[in-house]
């Protein structure tokens, strides 16, 4: 019940073309989402993040949509670029303790 | 720079030796969050501490791991005996609380590599 699972485990975008990376989740005590971009040899950072009460989140180019009756959410980059290349964890955490449940990943490459 | 610093960022030992990795929140941050990356998965989560007081530690915490935050600020990881399985990317995370939820800020993680 703990588990957060993504998909693709690999991306391969052309240059403006949409990105979209999903996730799912077991445990409906979750209530906060943030995805996190991370680079070879760097910690992740935060790229964006939503709560269960809303549907959709957007910031510049990245947007979560979010089905909570699926347990679904999704991150969409669009007019994905080169530098948008690393890899893209999802994530899920309950209540007080904050801890984070992280997916699996995905590598996205975007090529020019 | 007022980001998550952590120390070494490399730390190459032989099997058996004690290593010891530091991490420096954000300022004011109340809560830290050590997790541990292995190569192509995401981060697992280890422990973490609400000032100076340790909360919760993860089953992948064995009693070779301990952690400290003394004065509710810097934290260590110590690993005792090291073993060729600990070699990882050992992340620390400074947190405040946003809108009901905890968000996370990472810093650069400590490599290690056990020979």
């Known amino acids: 019940q703990q588990q957060v699972k993504q998909s693709p485990q690999s991306l391969i975008v052309q240059k403006g073309g949409i990105s979209i990376i999903n996730c799912a989740y077991e445990n409906t005590a979750f209530d906060y989402f943030p995805w996190y971009q991370q680079f070879p040899g760097k910690g992740p950072a935060l790229l964006i993040a939503?709560?269960?009460?809303?549907s959709e989140k957007k910031e510049g180019r990245f947007t979560i949509s979010f089905n909570k009756s699926a347990k679904q959410f999704s991150l969409h980059i669009m007019d994905s670029q080169p530098g948008d290349s690393a890899t893209y964890f999802c994530a899920a955490s309950s209540g007080n303790t904050g801890k984070l449940i992280f997916g699996q990943g995905t590598t996205l490459q975007v090529k020019p | 720079d007022t980001g998550v610093s952590q120390d070494p960022r490399h730390k190459i030992t032989k099997r058996g030796q004690n290593v010891t990795f530091r991490c420096d929140p954000i300022s004011e941050h109340n809560r830290l969050y050590w997790y541990r990356q292995t190569l192509g998965q995401g981060p697992e989560f280890l422990t973490y501490f609400q000032n100076e007081a340790q909360l919760e530690k993860s089953r992948l915490l064995s009693d070779r791991f301990s952690a400290e935050r003394p004065k509710g600020s810097f934290s260590t990881l110590e690993i005792q005996r090291t073993e060729q399985g600990d070699s990882a990317m050992y992340l620390c995370?400074?947190?405040?609380?946003?809108?009901?939820?905890?968000?996370?800020?990472f810093g650069p993680g400590t490599r290690l590599t056990v020979t």
């Open positions: 939503i709560r269960p009460d809303v």
């Open positions: 995370a400074s947190s405040h609380r946003t809108d009901g939820a905890y968000e996370q800020y």
